[in-house]
């Protein structure tokens, strides 16, 4: 994915290792592995009341790409092992496709030969390559731009979040652990998740994300344009199922009149009145504030026995798993939604231009 | 875009042609420009109550790539010239860039040079190439897969359709103007557009497709899931602001019992009890149709006077432009949908090897 | 081709059209049709003695990414028509695949599908799209960084040019009809070519190519290195079959202390005694004169009788074909040697930077 | 590198590991670390007489994509780790290029940022990654297709190989340490180069490839031509300067009849009486054996003394360098052009459809 700040992901829930090669990263950007996992833990399973029990470490071995705590231009690649897997749940029902989940498209692509533990390459497991590249794309961003990414959950099944203040939301989305920056609204999200768990279900929710000081001109028209990258990007996210930028799908009701973001002067600079395109107009940034929400699937894996059929036999039987999985995934896919923005970002800002191959010359190293 | 079956989209509104090049299409797919003029007739204006005076008549021209009434293999080019075209309006207001348009950050961008006519490059006007492209992959994937393609308007404002079946939509979908396959719900629309021109504005929508009979197996997982790579292509199409599969942003309030698609055998064949996931699990089509629906917003351009500021100045201004623009663009926009699902599922069937170089035996010509 | 100045070539011999889209050039260098037919001009038979009498007008049609004589930043697509084409000889050999050249490979590839007029889609003639992209690359890497490329006929048949200067070389080697720098040997090789065209044969030769301050850091290393990239160019140019850089294949018989340039200070600038790496050191330009040659094979199409197998009987036959046809196809690649090599430069520097999105504040019409 | 058989590439010669990531091998394919180590084998140094004592252990690591001994169709990750590195020399000569190095572009590319310890990116050690993605793809042609690639050395300094058969090729390339098949020529060469380590100085060299049993129809017509990738993947290797196919440069010299190859039958199947094309013609494999020959220049990094030039005062300077180096890097780079030539060749089956996406039925494990 990407075209100048290149990212390729690799590895399984149960493999090896999951891992994420970075091909253009400019030379000369500061990082360290501690960084990178500081990033991965936010992903992490905070709460053993709406996480699952697996306990993922996630230490950060860079192999390549970084030389005395600066990038040098070339290929960085890092990888985080698998550890504490447990794939008997898996082989029980290997031919028994879970209902919501990639093991029966797998099958059919795949011939068979799909790695089906733990989901393989479909797992939610992946999602920490995403986070990996999104630490370096991050910070890439932040240091020459100016440029910051906030996202957050804004509904856990029926529990909606209300307007709320960018500087809260900074502050308090990773102060609890379904992500949301009101404490309050964040319990009764924990409660539903209680709630469906105890019930042996899982629930869905919204995320979403602000992307703060943009530069104007991110985005080509047409094939490249910034939605359409950034949509890309993130339904590569399991679960994602929708995605909607500014006023979304609300468009649809909206008069022109209404919907049109009137340009002023502010600080002798252009802004618009409103925002209701999310800071993208004709597939270009325009300076405003990008701002974009997905719709996060309930977990498919559940405790409840569910209909499926054996694809050796072609029989109807009902499947009972024991894998464990998060009630809710939306919290984890939080820093998921962060990262990949970043890389969509910074890729677009090399495109431009705005971020040159090799940076600044204030490094005290040269 | 695309991989293998790529495409690339040339020309402006006002400029001497809007063109597209076809790239690895199969060699011996029958074809005339007389069929990809008639997908061109659909995103005509067809009523002078909803749309634009401005007489497209969009005469194909193939400059390559079809030899004897069949694809050879090579690059296949086509384009349709521009005509009628009035660009007096927008020279009035090179500087005082339209709420809701391109034309700010164009500018920004471009640093000025970009062909500001009719929106130029960001003119609905390009979406021609789109059809053009299509007209070639919806043989292409009908006559090599039984694969079908439906997209209709099922939202103008706030006029909803309810459930309608596939053999209606099928027949009567380009029956009526605002391209909505049930005629009553498509009388309420058309009055609802109305309405808005007769005020000095417009009105937004909302279109579902259904993909009928679609292969199991296309998409790969992560960054080139079937998902990412429509959505994609869905926001390349302009005014496009959101884009859900299945039940898209409903899932935020399923549980997943609910929201699972359990599997059952039928006909010897698996498929699922419901598909809320739009035929999409783990970003690999599972033989279920295919189903999503796009946001698309009111058209920008409208007669009311609306708040801008001169980009020379920077000083604050009242626009009234005098431009000619459809009051709803949702119906134009439907058959560019089908025609960029088309390009993107031909892409996959083709990567997958569902659709091979030269297609079968049966030409006449060999 | 391309990662940022990216060309789609398209057309075929016989066809409509033959043309190219630049998808990626800056906005706002100034061009005309005017200067892209200059350069084709460049490709043009010149001389009956040695080329074929078939009349190339080259009329070029800027359909798109030009306005007010300037680039926009959109795609700009150009073609030229194809005219006074006789066909009639290669629907008689249709079965009959002519020695050294496509005839056969395209026949099995393409399932007889392929446009066999003229050599279709792998006909010299495509080459005028690789000049019309090569002359917009040309000027902008000549008005941006002051890079000037210069290719030459340096041998035909058995004559050889030796050392020449570069002055010369500039003036001179669009002079005469084999392109030749230098009078003299050009009058040999002209001889060398009548001579075979006497004897119902062709000669092949080898082209140089010199590019002159070219920026240092162009290409990255390993897989897009500037060897690799300008290579994968050369090579499709119908007819090269090698390419060296530098002292090429002499290498093999040199010493490391033969071979290794040796660093010096040149008024402040780092530079290299000698040039046999050809201006190329670990894929990357290090500012010295690129320095390449290729091989172009004798034209396959030649009056003399060939044996050649009916592919529809799988009986030999003899092949007496009758097409005009060049006797030496060098002269006419050397245009198509500077275009490429332009394109490649470009889109290397646009990568690295080196030339912006939109060009410098001088124009006088933003 | 590649579209459908895709590699990346990572890792330094002094840093933590080498790797490669190959995205889009098909499902299905047996494979284990110990085959990929055989082929790591071939690139090792073999005799001190000739190369570094640096010993390269190579253990491979897989650390995704493949499961229960067979590829899954996930992205395949391997790595090697650099072992014994001693980088004392490099940190000495940190300011002082060395002749012939990419030392000096890099530093000016990269900004002083890239590890320039054993040549980092630049290194002859990262062929261990095209090594481990052509182990894998050599298998899936052979497995697949039958096709069958034999490099070997034809020239090292004066030392050239006569005519061989290709029996011969296929039994002695590796038998002797500069992987010329004629143990005689072989015995000469090693001379050779002993002769220049004695004399503080290195040689280069040509390698011959012949692809046995390839299939017809390999390769696009213009910029994906078989040439034009083949040519790509080569000069990625570094001291690679000249690439030719089939008679290359010599067709400067021939007549168009002289290098034609005329078509004939045998054993019911079209080939050619001759193949100075090299097994390609319009860009496109014919069916014949793929030859061609790439010149690798003497090791830059030589004992004798050189000048250089101190890049932070600009001062002229003598060069002495101590590090470990091969004084011939031709038997070296054998196996490298085996695996790339692989790999280009997986690409390009894969894209035609030649090998699908997932591999026979014949797999006992599905």
């Known amino acids: 994915m990407g075209k100048r700040f290149l990212i390729v992901s690799f590895g399984e829930s149960h493999g090896e290792a999951v891992g994420v090669v970075i091909d253009g990263c400019p030379a000369g950007l500061r990082i360290s592995s501690q960084e990178v996992e500081d990033e991965l833990k936010l992903r992490r399973p905070v709460d053993k009341r709406i996480s699952t029990p697996r306990v993922e470490e996630d230490k950060v071995e860079i192999l390549s790409g970084v030389f005395k705590g600066y990038t040098t231009g070339a290929p960085i690649a890092m990888i985080v092992r698998n550890r504490e897997v447990d794939s008997k749940p898996y082989e029980e029902i290997r031919d028994l496709p879970r209902p919501g989940h990639a093991d029966y498209t797998a099958k059919v692509k795949y011939g068979g030969y799909n790695d089906y533990r733990g989901g393989g390459r479909f797992s ?15 910070k890439l961003i932040s240091k020459t731009l100016g440029t910051e990414i906030l996202a957050f959950t804004s509904q856990v099944g029926p529990v909606k979040l209300g307007e709320i203040q960018v500087e809260r939301v900074r502050k308090l989305r990773y102060s609890n652990p379904v992500r949301c ?9 924990v409660k539903v998740i209680e709630k469906a768990k105890r019930e042996g279900d899982s629930v869905g929710g919204i995320i979403k994300c602000i992307v ?11 094939f490249d344009s910034l939605e359409s990258d950034l949509s890309k990007a993130l339904f590569s996210i399991p679960a994602v199922k929708a995605v909607e930028f500014g006023s979304g799908f609300k468009v649809a009701e909206m008069r022109g009149s209404e919907n049109n973001d009137q340009f002023i002067v502010e600080d002798g600079k252009v802004k618009t009145l409103t925002n209701n395109s999310g800071g993208i107009l004709g ?15 309930p977990t498919p894996s559940i405790p409840k026995p569910q209909k ?24 984890r896919a939080v820093p998921v939604v962060e990262a990949l923005t970043a890389v969509v970002l910074a890729d677009h800002s090399m495109r431009s231009g705005l971020i040159k191959t090799v940076l600044g010359g204030k490094s005290e190293r040269r």
Chains 1, 2, 3, 4 share one sequence.
Not at 181 to 189: G, I, L, S
Request: glycine residues 10%; aromatic residues 4%; proline residues 9%.
């Open 124 to 138: 939610g497991r992946i999602t920490a390559s995403f986070v990996m590249a999104g630490a370096v794309a991050k």
């Open 308 to 331: 499926t059929v054996n694809l050796k036999t072609l029989r109807q039987e009902k499947l009972v798993f024991k894998g464990r999985h998060d009630t809710c995934i939306v919290p």
């Open 181 to 189: 920056p009101d404490p309050e609204t964040a319990d009764k999200m």
């Open 283 to 297: 597939g270009i940034s325009n300076g405003m504030p990008i701002t974009f929400a997905v719709a996060v699937k």
């Open 212 to 222: 703060l000081n943009p530069p104007i001109g991110l985005g080509d028209p047409v």
